[in-house]
């Protein structure tokens, strides 16, 4: 029972950077996901796999993990470089196309 714990990153269909300050823990699986043949659902016992945790820090998602002795692993997110940017640079006399 490994837990994960990572910052999510935003979803192509934001333009802002809502819902990507929080951290999350998330079970990774115990068991395979197994295909029922009569309904075509895929499925599995594995009910952790349904747990997601929001945190504020990571810190915080740390200390739960600890306090109840669970096995984590970190994703550090990548952080975003932002060059600065003039939109009156678009008609620079010197601008190269």
Request: glycine share 6%.
């Amino acid at each position: 029972m490994t837990a994960l714990i990572y910052r999510p990153a935003k979803t192509a269909m934001q333009s802002g950077r809502g819902n990507t300050k929080r951290w999350i823990l998330e079970f990774e699986p115990e068991e395979k996901k197994r295909h029922d043949a009569l309904m075509g659902w895929v499925g599995s016992g594995d009910m952790k796999q349904q747990l997601r945790l929001r945190f504020a820090t990571r810190e915080e998602a740390i200390a739960y993990a600890e306090k109840r002795a669970i096995p984590y692993k970190i994703d550090e997110p990548e952080d975003r470089h932002v060059a600065a940017k003039s939109y009156s640079d678009n008609f620079r006399w010197d601008r190269v196309n």
